[in-house]
């Protein structure tokens, strides 16, 4: 029996044929229905959340391993951590079959090398953690990556859109992401892709919160090496010390930047070292460092 990313819909008979509008339709309702093979995965998002917040409170590093497809959504959600959660860059790594795409090719013969996902996984050590993707739940790369790494003692979490992946024989905590048969059979860009990006986005995100990293929804550990991204941290300031904009744009220049101790510092504390100092107390949590002024 064919693995379910590799089944062919009923209803595509003569979807060549039909209009535009309802092509695209079609192809909206399929990725609207691939969201729902979220639905039994909380519990194994919360656990993997958890070994990731563990794995950057202790020190390790987070490895995305994947090829193709699956490759593209763990850099699309790793290569935003560190500007959205302050995470350092030197935090992560991006391990992709073939390596990262440097322009439109993307060879599909790098998945299957097993050799390299075994170089690539060499320097991973028993404080780290691995997130390893495949929509087949097969690919020889990300497979190989996670078999490992496990071996070498780090905790792996394995991402697969089949529920009997050979994945899950190497993982610490597997997320089953039940999505239906592609709109077009095989292509897991479209729905299984999809899938992948949101639970990697709500695993990463609770990490960031259980970080200490977002208080009332905003970004406290923002980098804000931008334009935008001061404006925003002044408005986080702002908003949370109940200062003016001035006063807050003082605050992050005392601070050097850094969102929370502007916050503790606009909101009374008397210089940026005490600022860390509460932080510290607080293992990097707001709401107990405020509390205490």
Do not use: W
């Not at 993707?133 to 996670?146: D, H, K, N, Q, R």
């Not at 697969?160 to 048969?181: G, I």
């Not at 970080?211 to 908003?239: S, T």
């Amino acid at each position: 029996m064919l693995p379910q990313t590799e089944m062919l819909r009923d209803e595509v008979e003569g979807l060549d044929l039909r209009p535009d509008v309802d092509i695209l339709g079609y192809l909206l309702e399929a990725q609207k229905a691939a969201l729902g093979g979220l639905d039994g995965c909380l519990d194994a998002l919360s656990e993997g959340a958890a070994i990731l917040t563990d794995t950057v409170r202790q020190g390790g590093k987070i490895y995305y391993a994947a090829a193709g497809s699956s490759g593209l959504m763990g850099l699309a959600d790793g290569a935003e951590l560190s500007g959205t959660f302050g995470l350092s860059p030197e935090s992560m790594a991006i391990c992709m079959a073939g390596g990262i795409p440097q322009g439109a090719a993307m060879p599909g013969h790098t998945e299957d090398d097993e050799t390299t996902a075994q170089t690539a996984a060499a320097n991973v050590g028993s404080d780290d953690a691995v997130i390893a993707l495949s929509a087949s739940g097969s690919t020889p790369y990300a497979v190989e990556f996670a078999r490992h790494a496990r071996a070498q003692g780090a905790k792996v979490i394995g991402i697969a859109n089949n529920a009997e992946a050979p994945l899950f024989d190497y993982v610490d905590c597997a997320v089953h992401l039940n999505t239906p048969p592609e709109p077009i059979a095989g292509s897991t860009r479209l729905g299984a892709a999809t899938a992948q990006k949101v639970a990697l986005n709500m695993m990463s995100t609770l990490m960031g919160i259980r970080l200490g990293h977002v208080h009332d929804g905003m970004m406290i550990n923002v980098i804000a090496d931008n334009h935008k991204l001061r404006q925003r941290a002044e408005g986080i300031v702002g908003k949370i010390a109940g200062v003016s904009e001035e006063q807050a744009s003082d605050a992050l220049t005392q601070a050097s930047g850094n969102v929370k101790q502007a916050i503790l510092l606009a909101s009374g504390a008397d210089s940026p070292d005490r600022a860390e100092a509460l932080l510290v107390q607080s293992d990097g949590h707001l709401r107990p460092a405020l509390k205490q002024l």
